[in-house]
């Protein structure tokens, strides 16, 4: 791309502007990529706008494909117009012209390319800062966080199922996830047994599930609809079933819900251990005492008593 | 090496490989537990029987014999198959009893201690009508010793512990517990199901071993139009 001639066409004809002409042809290609991407494209890109997340991640995806458009199509428009302009043609068994550097072509390969990733860093960082995570695990101790007071929801992944409790609604649980719209969300990710990840697609959220930790992912809320959850870890034989349809309704449908929710699983919820940002099913006090007074061994870790080691 | 020692070298070698691939193929892709094929009576209905067993045994599952399973009742032999793949018919009510030949193991998510998904939301652990069941509420009590759920109809049902603990299943005699509830069967496909009791014994997080292999605590429902 570099290359130079030392000197003019033997014909004596004036070579034509190569660069001028690959940039005429360059620059509306890449304008209407450009637009095309950003108008039509971007709109549709995954994961949606249902949530602030998953509109963040949809704006990066697009402004990516903006930025990278343009590269791709100087590349292939480059590699056409070599391909054209500077075929072999028949008779013509000469060399080429020898190659020299071009110092002012090498250094605006490497200043652009440096500009377009150094801007593509600063511009990762702040997107992943700003809107608190970009809906991604934080860990129990998230640094990026939204104001206001969001609607708590913790998640718990266990083989082969999601589950879900609601803190300020009594602490009832339900294997159904249902979120108010326009609503700030903070979903407290955790798993009973193995490593699940948690992902609510349309959100754009997706947080590891680990045993005995709080993972902290946030989002909000921006339209109503449906959300396909999915764990996004290889957690044994039904990882791929490991699915829920989650729903974003209108507040007051959430109220009514929740409310509904919280008499009717009244009895279910007494006998559930009290909410806590994790649960280790092999220390869980009341757990241990049950088996005692049984004279019981259960099930993980120390569940089976010594005499069964347990095995990986 | 003469030519003729190659071509017989090569030769074996290959049908070594080919016979193994094929064991491979027969054995593991293509083999696993038979499928029990239920039909509607002539009430409409399907009557599906299935057991649970602390341990099969020797006889019945000699790759695993002390591993907890569940057993379904052949509706035409009424021999207990050692499966757990059945097919029931679509928009079918399905009236299932589950004889436990286990002792109690207390849920490690207390959320399933609940009967969902069954008609008129009910379990009945012999006569007595249960909605939520006592998985573990801190006290010795508990009742349960697996649970019977298939999660793509919401359908969550923890099964009655048994008077005792049957290592020989499947298991014929009385000492055992009855769980009965009723679903309909939902549009064809095939759904699967599993316990969530982490029955099991010996593997890490109590999930591992039977809980991973289908035809022990774990399996599918295939629903056929």
């Known amino acids: ?135 991604a695990g934080e860990g129990n101790t998230p640094i990026w966080t939204p104001g206001g007071t969001p609607l708590q929801v913790q998640v718990i992944g266990q083989q082969w199922r999601w589950t879900y409790r ?29 490593i699940h990840s948690f992902s609510a697609y349309q959100l754009g959220v997706k947080a590891d599930a680990n045993p005995d930790v709080n993972n902290v992912a946030y989002t909000k809320t921006l339209a109503a609809g449906t959300v396909q959850v999915r764990c996004f870890e290889l957690c044994g034989l039904w990882h791929a079933d490991m699915t829920t349809v989650g729903h974003v309704v209108s507040v007051s449908a959430f109220k009514a819900w929740a409310a509904a929710s919280k008499v009717q699983l009244a009895a279910l919820t007494k006998i559930l251990p009290p909410y806590s940002l994790t649960y280790d099913p092999n220390s869980v006090a009341q757990l241990g005492q049950a088996f005692v007074k049984a004279g019981l061994s259960g099930a993980g870790g120390n569940y089976y008593g010594a005499q069964y080691p347990v095995q990986p | 090496m003469s030519l003729p020692a190659r071509v017989t070298t090569l030769t074996v070698a290959f049908l070594v490989v080919a016979v193994g691939v094929a064991f491979v193929v027969v054995h593991y892709l293509l083999g696993g537990p038979p499928t029990v094929n239920y039909s509607a009576s002539s009430s409409g209905q399907v009557n599906l029987v299935m057991q649970t067993d602390a341990s099969s045994s020797p006889q019945a599952v000699p790759s695993a014999p002390t591993w907890v399973s569940y057993f379904i009742r052949d509706p035409s032999s009424g021999a207990w198959v050692h499966t757990t793949l059945f097919t029931v018919p679509a928009h079918t009510r399905v009236n299932v009893t589950i004889l436990g030949y286990d002792g109690s193991t207390p849920l490690r998510n207390q959320v399933f201690s609940k009967v969902t998904g069954t008609m008129g939301g009910v379990a009945y652990y012999g006569t007595t009508p249960v909605k939520v ?73 109590g999930n591992g071993g039977p809980m991973q292999t289908i035809g022990f605590m774990t399996g599918n429902m295939t629903v056929v139009s």
Not at chain 1, 78 to 92: K, N, P, S, T
């Open chain 1, 1 to 135: 791309m570099a290359a130079t001639t030392s000197a003019p066409a033997e014909s004596g004809q004036r070579e034509p502007n190569h660069g001028l002409r690959i940039f005429l042809i360059w620059l509306p290609l890449a304008l209407a990529a450009d637009l095309i991407i950003w108008f039509v494209w971007g709109p549709h890109l995954p994961p949606g706008d249902l949530g602030s997340a998953a509109q963040g991640q949809q704006f990066d995806i697009s402004v990516m494909a903006v930025m990278a458009a343009p590269v791709m199509i100087f590349v292939l428009a480059y590699a056409a117009y070599a391909l054209i302009v500077w075929r072999h043609r028949e008779g013509d068994d000469e060399d080429g012209p020898p190659i020299h550097g071009n110092a002012r072509i090498s250094a605006t390969w490497i200043g652009v390319t440096a500009a377009i990733v150094l801007s593509l860093f600063v511009f990762g960082t702040y997107e992943l800062v700003v809107p608190a995570g970009a809906g």
């Open chain 1, 166 to 194: 609601y803190p300020q609604f009594g602490g009832f649980e339900t294997t159904a996830l249902v979120l108010p719209v326009g609503q700030e969300i903070q979903f407290n990710v955790t798993s009973l047994d193995v």
């Open chain 2, 133 to 205: 069941a006592n998985g573990w509420n801190g006290n010795p009590n508990f009742n349960i010793q697996h649970t019977f759920a298939i999660p793509g109809i919401n359908l969550s049902v923890p099964i009655q512990a048994g008077p005792g603990t049957c290592l020989t299943g499947p298991c014929t005699n009385n000492q055992h517990s009855t769980t009965k509830f009723s679903f309909m069967t939902p549009a064809a496909g095939v759904y699967r199901w599993q316990c969530f009791v982490p029955c099991g014994l010996s593997f890490l997080d």
